[in-house]
């Protein structure tokens, strides 16, 4: 988003915007004790602390610093704690080490985040004039999507270290009773679709888009049904009783090399009926067997919830079992308004079978958010959609998430296609 003049009435906008975006990071974690916000699972998570940390670390490294004359680090430390990937940057405390972080405390992070909040807040309330809107706002607007994007991760990595914990304990406890829902899952619908010139990416209609989005281009599609729901897990449930993780023909060479090194029998989260930790966490009894480890803590599997935390690799691996393929990118994108389809955002970030490669005329954002997308197309898959983790508004047809093919701690399903 980029405002095309700096009146009160937009400046206000995006302060308010920016206090709700903040004010929300810290809502996701106040469910969670400081042990809890302190602890990284594996590698590819991240503490919580780390998280409310790095995100202040961008405000204050992108933004304050550079723009802001006379402005004072809280820590200059934390430069290098809290970089991520920002080569640019300098150097930075390894990824893997993060949940050796045992200080800062948790009480010296929020302090920070406030010192930046304070400083960011003097800057947006300046007088007209008094700021070159036009370098200043599309920075904050980039680290509010940004914040938003390690909410998810927020959520998603926590959830991962809950689940390395025998008693399974809930993130946040329901407010209700799970749902019995039908046994049999409904019949997919299948939409024909006709293929031909599609245009896809972000349309230049001065809303924010990440720069993997742009530019908007025309793509070929060829003839082709897609589902109008996700597979949810009534169906997966099938593929799993049907023997579909003993199968080889079933997989993808590497697909099939990680089922047995990992030894997956199931979608991340599934417990069957004679998992011991079901004692531990007050599971209740469940006619299929299954229970789901999600958000809410340990419930019976809904059959007709979208089967959620998927590799690429299983989701292809059900797709060929079920005689059918996953969509491409451009397919899904030119289906998101088709008649009857639903299920398209808010459930599962949804596995397509496109390569996360550059757009043709790709050019990277500007500065230091160069290194923001385009340095990490290679070896990973395009997902599309959002899941129950996005925050509300962050999503667009023409969103691109990616991850490596074994990746499955995410709110990831699938959507089948097939050709016609």
Same mark, same amino acid.
């Given at each position: 988003m980029t405002l095309s003049r700096p009146t009160s009435q937009a400046a206000g906008a995006l302060r308010d915007k920016?206090?709700?975006?903040?004010?929300?990071?810290?809502?996701?974690?106040?469910?969670?004790?400081?042990?809890?916000?302190c602890i990284q699972s594996m590698p590819d998570a991240s503490p919580t602390k780390w998280h409310l940390a790095h995100t202040t670390w961008f405000f204050e490294t992108v933004l304050l610093e550079p723009h802001v004359a006379g402005y004072v680090p809280f820590d200059v430390r934390f430069h290098y704690l809290f970089n991520s990937y920002y080569e640019a940057l300098g150097p930075r405390h390894p990824r893997p080490h993060r949940g050796l972080l045992t200080r800062p405390s948790i009480d010296e992070v929020h302090a920070?985040?406030?010192?930046v909040d304070e400083a960011v807040g003097e800057l947006l309330g300046q007088a007209d004039g008094a700021v070159d809107w036009s370098v200043i706002e599309p920075i904050v607007t980039l680290g509010l999507n940004h914040?938003?994007?390690?909410?998810?991760? *927020? *959520?998603?990595?926590?959830?991962?270290? *809950?689940?390395?914990?025998?008693?399974?304990?809930?993130?946040?406890?329901?407010s209700s009773p799970a749902l019995r829902l039908a046994a049999v899952p409904p019949a997919v619908r299948w939409i024909e679709q006709p293929g031909g010139v599609v245009e896809v990416g972000h349309a230049d209609?001065? *809303?924010?888009?990440?720069?993997?989005?742009?530019?908007?281009?025309?793509?070929?599609?060829?003839?082709?049904?897609?589902?109008d729901r996700l597979v949810n897990c009534g169906d997966f449930a099938q593929f799993i009783a049907d023997g579909g993780y003993q199968r080889p023909e079933l997989w993808l060479s590497d697909g099939w090399a990680a089922v047995q090194a990992h030894g997956w029998r199931h979608p991340a989260y599934w417990l069957a009926a004679d998992d011991p930790r079901l004692g531990f966490g007050?599971?209740?009894?469940?006619?299929? %067997?299954?229970?789901?480890?999600?958000?809410?803590?340990?419930?019976?599997?809904?059959?007709?919830?979208?089967?959620?935390?998927?590799?690429?690799?299983?989701?292809?691996?059900y797709a060929e079992w079920a005689g059918a393929r996953l969509p491409t990118e451009f397919e899904w994108e030119a289906a998101f308004d088709a008649p009857g389809i639903s299920q398209m955002t808010g459930h599962v970030w949804q596995w397509t079978r496109s390569s996360y490669d550059p757009y043709p005329g790709f050019r990277p954002m500007p500065g230091i958010a160069a290194e923001y997308n385009g340095k990490f197309m290679v070896?990973?898959?395009?997902?599309?959609? %959002?899941?129950?983790?996005?925050?509300? %508004?962050?999503?667009?047809?023409s969103y691109r998430n990616f991850f490596p093919p074994a990746a499955r701690w995410q709110f990831t399903g699938l959507r089948l296609a097939k050709d016609l």
């Open positions: 920016f206090r709700e975006v903040r004010a929300t990071s810290l809502a996701l974690a106040a469910p969670l004790s400081a042990e809890d916000q920070y985040r406030r010192h914040e938003q994007q390690h909410q998810e991760l *927020l *959520l998603t990595d926590i959830l991962h270290a *809950l689940s390395c914990n025998p008693m399974l304990p809930a993130y946040k406890p329901a209609d001065g *809303l924010f888009a990440f720069d993997n989005e742009t530019p908007r281009h025309r793509a070929l599609v060829q003839p082709h049904a897609i589902a007050g599971a209740s009894q469940n006619a299929s %067997g299954w229970h789901v480890f999600g958000l809410h803590g340990v419930r019976p599997m809904e059959a007709d919830a979208p089967v959620s935390q998927l590799s690429f690799y299983e989701a292809a691996a070896g990973q898959l395009v997902l599309r959609g %959002g899941s129950v983790a996005t925050p509300a %508004g962050h999503t667009r047809p």
